[in-house]
């Protein structure tokens, strides 16, 4: 999460950490999923990569209700 939250340019080192078997479902304590953190974040790469590449929901809601396109927005 810590690496999705940073930069665009940590978007290899999330590969990487993906890659070694990173937990990509995990959500933070406001049930924000990688996505909402890129989004939140406004780390367009990562977010292009996770959409992608990732089985995730992008209609999840986190705790206020908010999917990933709401922040974006």
Do not use: P
Not at 37 to 52: D, F, R
Request: with cysteine; aromatic share 6%; glycine share 4%.
């Amino acid at each position: 999460m810590l690496a999705t939250a940073g930069s665009d340019k940590n978007l290899e080192c999330m590969k990487a950490l993906l890659k070694a078997g990173a937990d990509f479902k995990a959500k933070d304590t406001y049930q924000n999923s990688l996505l909402h953190i890129a989004a939140l974040n406004k780390n367009n790469k990562i977010l292009n990569y996770i959409v992608k590449n990732m089985k995730l929901d992008i209609f999840e809601r986190n705790s206020l209700g908010e999917t990933a396109l709401n922040i974006c927005a």
